[in-house]
């Protein structure tokens, strides 16, 4: 009962909070850029909180009581991206001054890049929406037993509401509060398991040594597994993508009072999520310790590793105090909270400034602008609930959905770099890259669904999608606008 009265209370709280923003968000620019003055430590919590999401909190902690620390390769990768953000990103956008990243592509190759890319983005947007909304609603009926739709439907209704209303300035501002909340949950956590361990903190590390579990992977050259390498390469290719092309991020650089605030909350917010990670991944492996160094014993249908990313819930419910348990299902529940809220906003500014203002007939005034925000944000919300509800009956076919987004979405990464860092390439040459890394792309991730995919050529890793089909875009396009260049003697 206290657990269920802190979550409802949590829920509430941030709701009010986030509404009370209201009365700053008058204009276009308050509900999407915060009217440039949002402090940079709010900032710097948004980009942190913005980077993890209840899928990390869970899947961190599953993944290393499944196997090793492999993941946190991914981890290290952060601080060489957020470096490149910082000296070319950030001074691309915030010279632009466009709320939208992907004006930039439109001054590169033209009109079609701009949509191409909004298009992916609001795709992967809504995908992202429905499967967190799910989880969310997974986590609370595994806890408390509530039906999973009603969670869904009052959950995303509840985020639009204070998103929609507080614009970004309550979208950061929960943002920071959440990110402490999440943070806080975890280190009470590691408090907890020990305490409880029999052997204390030495037979979590004795027991976990042992096993393997502090390995970051093997270090061989063997592309079709996980290996150290496998994961560096695609960590610096997704954190690139995450720090660089954004909307997420691209917004809260132009939202920051400066572009020193700006590149500073970029290399802040990413560096935190090394320890954290560290942190959630630290969880896991004490929880394989402590389920089998004589801790509590593990109910049949847990064990194994296949519900491996059940297991630290499962600890929240069974192994902590009323109260404490209640606030860490309140973290978790915040750490999706801030992801779909910025999902919302986020969303709406691309609309508002890649389609609306970009074929309207007439300049949209503020009181238009507002209005298709607000409905946009009400399109996004909606769009999302249903994909979540549709989840709990036919989450295949969702998979199928997810993986073609992924696949278009792919290759705006690739696109970027071509224009950040080729002088040479054209719109042309651009399109022909496009059409060749998603074919790439497509290759990859379509034979990785048939039981045998080396029958299609593929020996490689999943990981190494992104990175072949970027890989593709930038040279296929830099190759043919460099070849078909006008030479000096024209």
């Not at 919590?45 to 999401?53: D, K, L, P, Q, R």
């Not at 509840?158 to 209303?165: D, E, K």
């Not at 809260?252 to 009072?257: F, H, L, Q, W």
């Not at 986020?346 to 203002?357: E, I, N, Q």
Request: glycine share 8%.
């Amino acid at each position: 009962m206290l657990d269920t009265l802190i979550f409802i209370a949590y829920m509430a709280g941030v709701t009010l909070f986030g509404a009370s923003f209201y009365r700053k968000n008058k204009s276009s620019g308050a509900f999407t850029l915060g009217n440039r003055n949002i402090p940079g430590w709010v900032i710097s919590m948004s980009i942190f909180a913005t980077f993890v999401s209840s899928i990390s909190y869970l899947a961190l902690p599953g993944m290393a009581y499944q196997s090793n620390w492999n993941v946190f390769v991914f981890s290290l990768t952060i601080p060489l991206a957020a470096l490149i953000a910082i000296r070319f990103f950030v001074p691309l956008y915030r010279k632009l001054d466009s709320p939208s990243a992907y004006s930039y592509l439109e001054e590169r190759f033209g009109p079609w890049a701009r949509i191409y890319a909004s298009v992916c983005y609001l795709l992967t947007q809504l995908m992202r929406v429905g499967t967190i909304l799910y989880l969310l609603a997974l986590t609370l009926h595994a806890v408390f037993g509530w039906n999973m739709a009603l969670i869904i439907v009052l959950t995303g209704l509840t985020i639009m509401a204070y998103s929609m209303l507080g614009g970004i300035q309550a979208v950061v501002w929960t943002d920071a509060i959440q990110g402490i909340l999440l943070i806080s949950g975890a280190i009470l956590t590691v408090c907890f398991i020990l305490i409880d361990m029999p052997g204390g903190a030495g037979q979590i590390f004795r027991i976990a040594g042992e096993q393997g579990k502090f390995s970051l992977g093997s270090f061989s050259l063997d592309l079709s597994s996980s290996t150290f390498w496998v994961v560096l390469v695609y960590g610096i290719f997704i954190n690139l993508q995450n720090f660089g092309i954004d909307q997420n991020y691209i917004q809260r650089y132009m939202a920051s009072r400066s572009d020193r605030a700006a590149k500073r909350s970029a290399l802040q917010g990413g560096l935190l999520y090394i320890p954290v990670s560290l942190l959630f991944l630290f969880i896991g492996t004490a929880l394989f310790s402590y389920y089998n160094g004589g801790g509590a014993p593990l109910p049949e249908e847990l064990q194994g590793f296949e519900r491996a990313d059940q297991i630290f819930p499962h600890f929240i419910v069974t192994q902590l105090p009323a109260g404490v348990s209640g606030l860490l299902i309140a973290s978790i529940f915040a750490a999706g909270m801030s992801t779909i809220s910025t999902s919302f906003n986020s969303s709406a500014t691309v609309f508002l400034a890649d389609y609306y203002r970009k074929f309207s007939k007439r300049e949209a005034g503020e009181k238009e602008s507002m209005k298709v925000l607000y409905l946009s944000s009400v399109v996004i919300s909606v769009l999302g609930i249903l994909i979540a509800l549709a989840m709990i009956n036919v989450r295949s076919a969702l998979d199928a959905w997810w993986k073609l987004a992924s696949i278009f979405s792919g290759g705006m990464l690739g696109l970027f770099l071509l224009g950040a860092f080729s002088r040479y390439s054209s719109s042309r040459a651009a399109i022909i890259g496009i059409i060749l890394g998603i074919g790439v792309i497509a290759w990859m991730s379509l034979s990785s669904l048939a039981d045998d995919p080396s029958r299609y050529g593929n020996i490689f890793h999943s990981y190494l999608t992104i990175v072949f089909g970027t890989l593709t875009i930038f040279m296929a396009g830099f190759l043919i606008s460099f070849l078909s260049r006008p030479s000096k003697d024209q």
